[in-house]
């Protein structure tokens, strides 16, 4: 067993697509599984103890966001000892395949989810509207959806129109409307910034009453990114397969954006387009005070000289 579980620290960066696929392949099979899933998906499962964390994720995100090219699931394999069910596709497909449908159908026939004390479903964008809408298939679970979109069928959100060219997909079969997928999760929990408009409009369509939406505000359209830069997604995932997770372990989580370069820049662009050079003047002091922060500095500078010639009163010391 060690030999499997010293298996994962293999980095698969560096390789062609072929070569990473071969070589996650090799790892999953040392201890679970690989499976082709049709052209565009495959599967490979991790096992380990009695908490189960299912990821969707995409090919090219793996690749892109890990230091490894591993799946982001496979830090609570190596850190939690977690077993770890990872759905993959090429590009954004939103998992929307009958092949997908029936490899679930078999997971649920196969009593695959009921040998679990606690299951967590995690997906960002499109891998989070897979996220929560395939935990059907593991009532009681606890879902984490960062970003999702509920559905692209244009009669119930043609107000979209980032995903036109994905029209054709259909969401109105099995596993389909997002937000009634997880009536039967035990928690699910939505993470969105309400200043991005249309994330913000799907984020509303998953009003239940198992489900909190997390708000993050200033954070822009790549939470996932966010989250990672801040250390949180793991954490996040480790309180969520606790069953620790809640609106209040968020919000102190969610402190370390107040060390977070992103999205203090994010907030002093925002009081400027707000013209609220008091306030800004404020933020830009507390953060150079306290870490380097040169946009901020520059930008407290000017703040400085448009308070010296009279045009707001600046904050005292």
């Known amino acids: 067993m060690q030999d499997e579980k010293d298996s994962l620290e293999r980095s698969l960066t560096g390789l062609d697509p072929a070569e990473w696929k071969a070589g996650l392949a090799e790892m999953a099979d040392a201890e679970g599984m690989f499976e082709e899933l049709g052209d565009r998906h495959f599967a490979t499962f991790i096992e380990r103890d009695n908490t189960l964390l299912v990821t969707f994720e995409t090919l090219q995100g793996i690749r892109g966001l890990s230091d490894k090219a591993q799946p982001l699931g496979f830090d609570m394999v190596q850190a939690q000892d977690w077993s770890h069910l990872c759905l993959i596709s090429?590009?954004?497909?939103?998992?929307?395949?009958?092949?997908?449908?029936?490899?679930?159908?078999?997971?649920?026939?196969?009593?695959?989810?009921?040998?679990?004390?606690?299951?967590?479903?995690?997906?960002?964008?499109?891998?989070?509207?897979?996220?929560?809408?395939?935990?059907?298939?593991?009532?009681?679970?606890?879902?984490?959806?960062?970003?999702?979109?509920a559905t692209l069928d244009p009669r119930m959100t043609e107000w979209d129109p980032r995903f036109t060219d994905k029209r054709r997909i259909s969401f109105t079969d099995r596993y389909g409307y997002a937000p009634d997928m997880i009536d039967a999760a035990d928690k699910a929990f939505v993470l969105y910034d309400p200043r991005e408009r249309l994330d913000a409009m799907h984020a509303a369509l998953f009003r239940r009453p198992n489900v909190s939406r997390l708000r993050m505000t200033h954070m822009g359209s790549a939470l996932q990114t966010r989250l990672i830069e801040m250390g949180m997604l793991y954490q996040l995932l480790?309180?969520?397969?606790?069953?620790?997770?809640?609106?209040?372990?968020?919000?102190?989580?969610?402190?370390?954006?107040?060390?977070?370069?992103?999205?203090?820049?994010?907030?002093?662009?925002?009081?400027?387009?707000?013209?609220r050079p008091y306030l800004n003047a404020l933020l830009c002091r507390s953060v150079t005070e306290r870490m380097n922060a040169p946009k901020l500095h520059r930008r407290l500078n000017m703040l400085r000289a448009a308070a010296e010639a009279g045009e707001f009163r600046f904050p005292p010391d």
């Open 238 to 275: 480790l309180l969520a397969g606790t069953g620790r997770l809640t609106e209040l372990s968020f919000a102190r989580a969610y402190r370390a954006r107040r060390d977070h370069p992103a999205y203090l820049r994010s907030l002093m662009m925002r009081l400027d387009a707000d013209n």
């Open 90 to 149: 090429d590009g954004d497909t939103w998992f929307r395949d009958p092949v997908l449908y029936e490899f679930f159908d078999r997971l649920i026939d196969d009593g695959f989810f009921e040998t679990y004390h606690r299951i967590v479903f995690y997906g960002a964008g499109p891998c989070g509207y897979a996220a929560a809408a395939f935990s059907v298939a593991a009532p009681g679970a606890t879902v984490v959806s960062v970003q999702p979109q």
